[in-house]
C-alpha cells in the first residue's frame, strides 16, 4: 500500500473523530429526547459545539476530492514525493484547521484551510 492510501485511512479517521467531537458536544446542549426525535431542522449548537459540527461538514466536504486524487493516483500508479507531501499536508492542515475552528481562532483557520486545498492540488497535479 502506498503511503498516500495509509494518509487517506489517517484522513478517514480524523472525520471520525471530528464526528464524535461534534457529537459529544451536541448532546451537551440539546436533550436526548431532542436528538433521537424526527427533526425537520437540523440541530445547529453553539459556541464550540457549533463550530464542532461545522468544521465536521467541512471535513466531509474536503475529503470527497481529497480521497478522489489519492485513489486515481492509486489507481493509475502516480505516486511521487508531491503526491505524498500533498496528502500529508492535507492531512496535517486538516487536523491543525479542525482545532483552530473548535477553538474560534479564524485567520488562522482559513490559513489551514488553504493549506490542505494546496495539498489536494499537489496530488491532482501529479494525476492530470
Known sequence: MHT???VLAW?????????????VGTTTQFSMTTLVGNREQPVVGSGWVGRAQRAHRNMLESLLPFAAVVLIANAIAASNHVTLLGAQLFLYARVIYALLY?????????????????????VLSQVI
Open 102 to 122: 473548535i477553538a474560534g481562532i479564524p485567520w488562522l483557520r482559513t490559513l489551514a484551510w488553504t493549506a490542505g486545498l494546496v495539498g489536494i492540488l499537489m
Open 11 to 23: 484522513a478517514v479517521a480524523l472525520t471520525i473523530v471530528q464526528l464524535l467531537v461534534a457529537i
Open 4 to 6: 498516500e492510501m495509509a
